[in-house]
């Protein structure tokens, strides 16, 4: 998230929105993880006072939970959606894109 706004403050590009944060990675038993969360939420509400970002960037809801299934995937040298359609990995990659798309249109 720092790299973006970084980014953007160094190129002065106004055309350049931040839609959203996206978590991946997440395991919810893992409370490093849950302050994570809270963290970034925070973050974001100050740099939306603070201008850095626009007042409509999200944390998105969805969160790519670390499950076997990507893993998996990944070891056998393709996406979750094809090497597991039916998982809840890929359910989590159709929904999150369902976020985003509603976020930037």
Do not use: W
């Amino acid at each position: 998230m720092n790299k973006t706004i970084d980014i953007k403050e160094e190129e002065r590009n106004e055309s350049v929105k931040l839609a959203g944060i996206l978590i991946n990675l997440y395991d919810q038993r893992i409370n490093i993880h849950k302050q994570g969360i809270r963290r970034i939420n925070r973050l974001l509400e100050y740099f939306k006072t603070q201008k850095i970002v626009n007042d409509d960037a999200v944390l998105f809801k969805t969160m790519i939970r670390n499950l076997v299934d990507v893993k998996k995937a990944s070891g056998n040298h393709l996406p979750v959606c094809i090497d597991k359609p039916r998982s809840d990995s890929t359910l989590e990659f159709i929904e999150v894109c369902k976020e985003i798309l509603e976020q930037i249109s």
